[in-house]
């Protein structure tokens, strides 16, 4: 299987070896050069379940041993406490699809309890060492740290934004055992992480400074990252069926809570398999650099960084953006390195009328402030008992100004709501606490909605990370780290 640059047609390398690298040398995004060619086919995936399914989409985009394969799958999902792995719960006007079953309780779990393995095939029989670099809006940070903790042949580092997560999450990712892994908060946001890591990748002389150990990533630009994640989109539209709510070959539509474009991006990437998608529904909240993008074709995030309820979704450079834009502009990697500078130099692009018209036949754009999400949580639980986390609040928020849609819509849902509990009970509850513990107990005792295990075993975790540095200082951490 060979991958390609977005941003270079002629740099081409084996699935393994984008896999390993995570990013292009040139600094763009590895794209399967024959996408267009596969296909999968509704009617063979109607008796198969969840690692079936997986295995008929990872086969497309991997020359893995097929048993191999199958192994990593099913000790992947094995890890989610429910065995259906993402199960869909039908709501009144719309279907949730639960992605936050996994050991970390957010939709990152899909994907990162089996990139670890997939790295693993890709190290086998070599003396290769792998340094994971992730930058982290809250989530991913936690979700690989549990998947590569103790892999060998890996060592992971994990940026985060300082003041730019919630406490669960920072306890999550503070408490982080393995003796491979560092945490560290930065001063700055999520784009800062994200920019800096993406620095460290593409400077040579950090490079030859840490010997034969090779930069990876665990973030969505990593194929690996991105490929488990289509797998849930049939998995939903097959359960619709199943469920007798659709037949095959009815369009669906996906309301999306979107930060770096990744989730939404395997949603596209279904619908090229073959998915009968009619429209992919984007939610932003306030950092709504996207939704401008979708409805007028300028990117610009030249705009002031905004903090909200939903943090995992603060973002300004959506990363995957430019894995659509290369799709979009049939695999024309001179056009989209051109905006990619652009995008560095003066922080904004305009993408040309064809692309702009592409777009719309496929995608639809909204977005929630903090006020409004807040209203959504309150409302679906007072009227259908149902405790959303505030990233699936503002898809449903998105999800609720639809009209006239052709097709059943799924929401998908990227926490537990206990990820973001000072959120969540104060709009259920009007409770406020400074313990999230206690906040915790209070929501559960009032909706009876479970919390997860490894939220409530946090209390009793040691914090074993306090690195705290400015952005300026990541690649000497990342060198010390890896000493
Ligand atoms: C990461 C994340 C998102 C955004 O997903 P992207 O792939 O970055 O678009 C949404 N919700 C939650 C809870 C997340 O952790």
Redesign the pocket.
């Known amino acids: 299987m060979k991958y390609i640059s977005t941003r270079n047609n002629q740099i081409e390398k084996d699935d393994k070896i984008a896999l390993l690298q995570g990013l292009s040398d040139d600094g763009g995004l590895f794209v399967l050069k024959d996408l267009n060619n596969k296909k999968i086919d509704i009617t063979e995936l109607l008796t198969k379940n969840y690692n079936e399914i997986a295995l008929e989409i990872l086969k497309l985009f991997f020359s893995f041993d097929e048993e191999k394969l199958k192994k990593a799958i099913s000790s992947a999902y094995n890890k989610f406490y429910v065995k259906s792995v993402t199960p869909l719960v039908s709501l009144k006007q719309a279907h949730i699809l639960e992605l936050f079953h996994g050991p970390t309780s957010?939709?990152?779990d899909v994907a990162l309890t089996l990139l670890p393995q997939l790295i693993q095939l890709a190290l086998e029989g070599t003396d290769k060492e792998i340094l994971i670099l992730t930058a982290t809006?809250?989530?991913?940070g936690k979700a690989a740290l549990e998947g590569f903790k103790d892999v060998q042949q890996t060592e992971i580092v994990v940026f985060y934004p300082k003041n730019g997560v919630s406490k669960v999450q920072e306890l999550q990712m503070r408490t982080q055992e393995g003796k491979n892994t560092k945490v560290c908060a930065i001063e700055g946001n999520f784009d800062d992480a994200q920019t800096g890591v993406k620095n460290i990748f593409l400077n040579e002389d950090l490079q030859k400074a840490l010997g034969k150990k090779k930069f990876s990533s665990a973030n969505?630009i990593n194929i690996g990252r991105l490929t488990p994640q289509i797998v849930y989109y049939f998995v939903a539209y097959i359960d619709l069926i199943k469920n007798n709510k659709i037949k095959v070959g009815d369009k669906v539509n996906f309301v999306?809570?979107?930060?770096?474009?990744?989730?939404?991006l395997a949603g596209y990437y279904a619908k090229k398999l073959g998915l009968p998608v009619n429209k992919l529904i984007c939610a932003s909240n306030e950092n709504n650099v996207l939704y401008d993008f979708l409805k007028t074709g300028e990117y610009n995030r030249n705009r002031e960084f905004l903090k909200t309820i939903?943090p995992?979704?603060d973002?300004l450079i959506?990363s995957?953006l430019e894995r659509l834009l290369y799709d979009l502009a049939d695999g024309d990697a001179e056009y989209i390195k051109s905006l990619m500078k652009e995008l560095n130099e003066t922080g904004k692009y305009k993408v040309n009328d064809e692309i702009l018209g592409k777009i719309k036949t496929n995608f639809i754009a909204g977005y929630a402030t903090d006020e409004e999400t807040s209203t959504i949580i309150s409302k679906v639980w007072n009227e259908e008992k149902y405790l959303l986390?505030p990233?699936t609040a503002v898809a449903y928020k998105v999800m609720l100004e639809q009209k006239d849609l052709e097709g059943e819509i799924i929401v998908l849902s990227?926490?537990s709501p206990y990820k973001f509990c000072a959120s969540v009970a104060k709009a259920v509850l009007n409770e406020n606490d400074e313990d999230e513990f206690k906040l915790m107990e209070k929501l559960h005792s009032y909706t009876q909605v479970e919390i997860p295990k490894n939220l409530s075993n946090l209390k009793e975790k040691t914090i074993l990370h306090s690195d705290v540095i400015k952005k300026e200082e990541m690649g000497q951490y990342v060198l010390e780290a890896s000493k």
């Not at 809006?137 to 991913?140: E, I, P």
């Open positions: 957010a939709f990152k809006s809250g989530d991913t969505s999306v809570p979107t930060g770096n474009f990744g989730d939404i939903s995992s979704m973002i959506s995957n986390d990233h990227t926490a």
